[in-house]
């Protein structure tokens, strides 16, 4: 398994030391690996690299780098491991941890639609079963529930079909229902 989270690194430099640095770096990205102080890190998944310079003080540059890895998402519903298990078979998950993870995996999906792909299954099965058990939560949004679980079910129905235009369509329509009710609720 790779690595999850984000790693920074800061160093301090002089002036004319930064374009040395920034060749090693280059050449590091190429190896696959970098050295922080915390150690080597393999550059393997990751997702994005950030470099950035600050002029410090007395002709020095303080550098600092971030890379970026994919986060690892919390259990679905129903994988082992998952906490609803201990808690017995009709306890719920806890609400804050739904939504985190509903907020994950419909990122993901809008950003599948917008580059034009059909969402990642993974991605959509598990927001379309967060979405039918968060509308089981008493008092947080009673009233879009109905309207919600009706648009969730077409967009389920138009990923079955690979409908990628009613896809987006119905993306931008539970993203309204959504801000709608978490200006009232949130």
């Known amino acids: 398994m790779g ?12 002036k004319d030391g930064v374009s040395a640095w920034l060749r090693e770096l280059a050449d590091s990205i190429d190896a696959g690996e970098l050295s922080l102080q915390e150690g080597p890190v393999s550059l393997e998944g990751m997702t994005g690299l950030k470099a950035s310079f600050k002029e410090s003080f007395e002709g020095k540059v303080r550098a600092r780098l971030s890379v970026k890895f994919p986060r690892r998402l919390p259990p679905l519903i129903g994988e082992p491991g ?6 017995g078979e009709d306890a719920l998950p806890k609400y804050k941890s739904l939504k985190k993870h509903m907020k994950q995996t419909f990122k993901a999906i809008g950003t599948a639609l917008n580059a034009g792909q059909l969402p990642p299954e993974l991605e959509a099965k598990s927001f379309v079963a967060d979405s039918r058990l968060m509308v089981s939560y008493p008092g947080k949004g009673d009233e879009f529930y109905a309207a919600y679980l009706a648009k969730t079910e077409a967009f389920e129905a138009a990923l079955a079909a690979s409908d990628l235009e009613t896809l987006k369509t119905l993306y931008q ?10 200006s009232r609720y949130a």
């Open 3 to 14: 690595m999850t989270g984000k790693r920074k690194a800061e160093i301090i430099l002089e």
């Open 82 to 87: 998952e906490p609803e298990e201990e808690q």
């Open 173 to 182: 329509e539970l993203a309204q229902l959504k801000r709608d009710c978490h």
